[in-house]
């Protein structure tokens, strides 16, 4: 290549020498596998059971909901990946070419970028061949890219530029049809480099890198190229007022990249996206390099095309890298956002939620608890008068006794199921049992009268009072224990669900940590 060459002429040269070895990736992709077995494996053996909690119990069918998630994402990512190898194929048509995405809304002028960097490459002899994809198949066409102010673009369409330059130009991933939608990821995923084509007339739209989130976490390089970088300035031909297209001024461009790169590196910086991968924004005029004749090399340089070249040279290394181990990034990419990703998105803020109704469950509990002692105590005591004397004229305490916790253990049952519904509570009878100190009995109501004989002794009646007093107290000793030990067991289940859900939680940042160190060893020969 001569010293005084161009950029452009640097840039096709580079193109023509692209090298696309790929790094051994076989021991990295055995341990992003293995890493995914180890994932499906712990989900399996992480499901939240529900001991001790009915199945309709609000906790239950959220702890269900998340184990159903956990199994069912096994499935689903293996789904995924399984489409995605589907897809793969038809990726691979360009195997041994770079490819490089072509982004922008409606009116960014894309397919004029495209059309024009193909009729450059054609004017230094290197083959131009267009394409567009149809029901899954490449399909070549000789016809360059409609342009016009309408949206123009309404499939995936690219034009490879040489050998070994693809470029893709999407209908804007807002617009793709459903049909395609699945295809048009395909080719995303598998680019080796993103141009962000934003017109002038309305610079530096940060808010559309929000749709290139997945692309700009992949460490992708972005360089950012202001197009219609033009005005219409009036000149005088031929004694008449005329209308001309010429390139905004060097100080307006440059004010123009500088907000567009400021603004677009607080936005990568807000999508968690390192802003080492934002190239400098370059500005182009493609239609007045048209106007100006594309073999003036002035023309060319004024209409911003020398700068846009040197920027492709700068993307070129980083976009190879990417591409030398893209086996081993596509396979993270599935694992971080198909596998991890899902997880952390859906299950995580579900696992919050449970792990707020299971401490509003705790703090209830505290509630039930008293109200399920109240509400046996309530209705035991007012029964107390009649059994005493129904037990009276035999003074059998036991019997009362028996009795008694026959009764008590017969309304907790009743109580429990109707406070402590959504707990599975096995009842104990010998919580329930009412035992008495061996003093507590009938008092016989004793009165001495006159008669023949001398004084006599007689029962007039049964005094109830010791006995009831001790029998209160024994049966809210009772309660207690039964309403305590209710409570105690729905404790335990909540505990022990809980205890479940953080150990997922942890085991999920096991896996996202362990994750994290073979995505560095993949990128660890980035350039």
């Not at 009646?461 to 809210?476: E, K």
Request: hydrophobic share 40%; net charge negative.
């Amino acid at each position: 290549m001569k010293a005084d060459a161009s950029h452009e002429q640097r840039f096709i040269a580079e193109v023509d020498a692209f090298d696309f070895i790929a790094e051994e990736t076989d021991a990295l992709l055995h341990a992003l596998s293995d890493w995914l077995a180890k994932l499906s494996a712990d989900l399996q053996n992480d499901c939240l059971k529900c001991d001790g909690l009915h199945a309709n119990s609000a906790l239950a069918i959220q702890a269900d909901t998340i184990s159903t998630l956990l199994r069912d994402s096994v499935q689903t990512s293996m789904q995924q990946w399984s489409s995605l190898e589907a897809a793969q194929h038809l990726a691979d048509h360009f195997e041994d070419q770079a490819l490089l995405l072509v982004f922008g809304k409606f009116n960014a002028g894309k397919s004029s970028f495209c059309n024009f960097l193909a009729e450059r490459f054609a004017a230094h002899g290197r083959s131009v061949q267009y394409f567009h994809v149809d029901g899954g198949r490449v399909v070549e066409t000789s016809e360059p890219f409609s342009e016009g102010a309408t949206e123009t673009t309404s499939r995936l369409q690219g034009v490879r530029l040489g050998a070994k330059l693809v470029l893709l130009d999407t209908p804007g991933l807002h617009s793709v049809t459903p049909e395609n939608a699945a295809l048009t990821q395909c080719f995303i995923d598998t680019a080796d480099g993103v141009l962000w084509l934003t017109s002038s007339t309305s610079p530096g739209q940060v808010q559309e890198l929000d749709e290139l989130g997945r692309e700009l976490h992949r460490n992708k390089p972005l360089l950012p190229v202001v197009t219609r970088s033009d005005e219409y300035e009036e000149d005088e031909v031929d004694g008449e007022l005329v209308k001309c297209l010429c390139n905004k001024s060097a100080p307006r461009r440059a004010l123009q990249e500088h907000d567009i790169r400021m603004r677009a590196a607080d936005k990568l910086v807000a999508m968690g996206v390192d802003t080492a991968l934002l190239k400098p924004p370059v500005s182009v005029s493609a239609h007045v390099a048209r106007e100006a004749g594309q073999t003036a090399a002035a023309a060319m340089s004024d209409a911003g095309f020398e700068r846009l070249y040197a920027a492709l040279l700068d993307i070129t290394g980083p976009a190879l890298a990417y591409k030398r181990r893209k086996r081993a990034e596509v396979l993270l990419h599935h694992l971080e956002e198909n596998a991890l990703g899902k997880l952390q998105s859906e299950v995580l803020p579900l696992l919050a939620e449970l792990g707020e109704s299971s401490q509003a469950a705790l703090e209830r509990l505290e509630q039930q608890q008293e109200q399920l002692a109240n509400a046996v105590w309530r209705g035991i005591v007012p029964t107390l008068p009649a059994l005493l004397d129904a037990h009276a004229t035999t003074h059998d305490v036991i019997g009362l006794c028996n009795a008694l916790s026959q009764s008590i253990f017969e309304l907790y049952r009743r109580e429990a199921d109707r406070l402590l519904g959504d707990y599975v509570i096995e009842p104990n009878a010998s919580l329930a049992r009412v035992e008495l100190a061996d003093d507590a009995g009938f008092d016989d109501i004793v009165v001495e009268r006159t008669s023949a004989d001398g004084p006599v002794r007689e029962v007039a009646g049964v005094d109830h009072g010791r006995l009831h007093a001790a029998l209160s107290r024994a049966i809210r000793e009772c309660v207690l224990s039964l309403s305590g030990h209710a409570a105690q067991r729905c404790r335990a289940s909540i505990t022990r669900l809980t205890t479940l859900a953080r150990r997922f939680e942890a085991s999920l940042a096991t896996h996202e940590e362990s994750l994290l160190d073979l995505k560095s060893q993949v990128r660890s020969e980035s350039v």
